[in-house]
């Protein structure tokens, strides 16, 4: 069983302040790792997306990957208030669809 | 406008009935799955059509019915035997079978009452 996982959270930060959010998957051979995020009682929209080690920027959000570590986490620079929402980490491996964490929860305090 | 249209936004069920939920996409996508969300839960995988007529189940199936006639659609039935159907539903569409993003619908709130 392919698995994604994610600390639920909530995590706080202060308006203006780095937000680190991070998620690990099972599967070795994972090939593609998304970052969406859901606002409450809405769906999930993408954000960013990341497919080799590294780093990916889009504007205030950096994603990073560490296949070897298995490990991918997304960097939300300047954090808003508007950013308060619950973040998906999502892994695509093989011929499977999209695995999805649980998610993590970010509360930006104004 | 291209994008994944799901409807009802809401809807709601008595027991023992069935329910089919409406799920369109315009983007010309071949790929579309179903997901559930249940409070504090991730999405798990209901159902997935990776070309039209061909469909696959995923992690929790049971109770549910899915066909894929057209491109466009892929209606998602949540029949009785569905124990605990009460639930946020998922559309989402890729351009091609399992290897790029997915996107998603507005979803369907549905209520057993």
């Known amino acids: 069983q392919k698995e994604v996982e994610q600390n639920s959270g909530p995590l706080s930060v202060p308006e203006g302040a780095i937000a680190s959010l991070n998620c690990t998957y099972s599967?070795?051979?994972?090939?593609?790792f998304f970052w969406y995020r859901q606002y409450s009682g809405k769906s999930p929209e993408l954000i960013m997306f990341?497919?080799?080690?590294g780093d990916k920027e889009d504007g205030r959000f950096t994603a990073q990957l560490n296949k070897a570590s298995q490990y991918v986490s997304l960097l939300i620079r300047d954090s808003q208030p508007s950013d308060s929402a619950t973040y998906l980490c999502a892994v695509l491996s093989g011929n499977t669809p999209l695995v999805f964490g649980k998610g993590t929860r970010l509360s930006v305090i104004a | 406008d291209g994008g994944i249209t799901q409807s009802p936004k809401y809807l709601f069920r008595k027991e023992g009935q069935n329910v089919t939920l409406s799920c369109e996409q315009n983007?010309?996508?071949?790929?579309m799955y179903w997901y559930r969300q249940d409070p504090g839960q991730g999405l798990r995988l209901i159902y997935y059509?990776?070309?039209?007529?061909?469909?696959q189940k995923g992690d929790i199936a049971e109770g549910y019915s899915v066909s894929r006639e057209k491109k466009e659609s892929f209606p998602l039935t949540v029949t009785s035997a569905q124990k605990n159907p009460t639930a946020f539903y998922l559309c989402?569409?890729?351009?091609?079978?399992?290897?790029?993003?997915?996107?998603f619908g507005q979803g369907t709130r549905l209520t057993v009452v």
């Open positions: 599967d070795r051979g994972s090939q593609s």
């Open positions: 059509s990776q070309i039209v007529n061909d469909f």
């Open positions: 989402a569409s890729s351009r091609t079978a399992m290897n790029t993003e997915a996107f």
């Open positions: 990341i497919y080799s080690n």
């Open positions: 983007l010309n996508h071949d790929a």
